[in-house]
């Protein structure tokens, strides 16, 4: 969570304290308390978590409600600036946690009166289960192995793009929801 660069860029030297210099260039190391370095480490980082905290819980929220959840911390990615490698490595953890979670709640919740299966997994759906994990297994590494040649521009031009395929799909996804369910007509 604490960001190396950071450190060093506040002048912090992690076992002795803040670097000084005197009239005549000489350094040297003051100490300095635990409290002390964790603020000057942390202050920051205030906004950056405060948006962290929020685009989560709009994540969280997203997710509750419509089931995407991508799009809040694709957002936040935008405005705060991380290494590539940090940003998938938060992904995956994301993507990962939001999967169980989506997994076990669909284990414990019952199926509506309307819903024509007594689970949500059905033996019917298996092929789709099997086609996600499958391209997802050789979809991972060809995308770890692509985002190498990508610099911080072409990075966040592939994130532009996934933001804008989710909202083209959702808006699709509803508009297709609303005309056959006949409310375009009403």
């Known amino acids: 969570f ?10 912090i030297n992690a076992e002795y304290g ?48 419509i089931g995407v959840r991508g799009p809040p911390l694709i957002i936040f990615f935008f405005l705060w600036e991380y290494p590539k490698a940090q940003t998938r490595a938060n992904g995956t953890v994301i993507a ?12 414990l919740k019952g199926t509506p009166a309307e819903y024509p299966h007594d689970t949500w997994f059905v033996r019917e759906d298996l092929y789709l289960y099997l086609a996600v994990a499958g391209t997802s297994i050789i979809a991972a590494p060809i995308g770890i192995f692509l985002t190498r ?38």
């Open 18 to 65: 803040v670097e000084t210099k005197t009239d005549q260039g000489v350094h040297h190391q003051e100490k300095q308390s635990w409290v002390t370095r964790i603020k000057v480490v942390f202050c920051p980082l205030e906004r950056a978590i405060v948006g962290m905290l929020f685009f989560a819980f709009l994540s969280g929220f997203t997710g509750g409600l």
């Open 149 to 186: 040649y990508l610099n911080k521009s072409g990075y966040k031009i592939a994130l532009t793009m996934l933001l804008i395929i989710n909202g083209i799909t959702m808006i699709t996804t509803a508009s297709l929801d609303i005309e056959n369910r006949g409310l375009w007509a009403q």
């Open 2 to 11: 604490v960001r190396e660069d950071l450190y060093r860029s506040s002048g």
């Open 96 to 107: 990962t946690v939001n999967t169980l979670v989506r997994i076990i709640t669909y284990m």
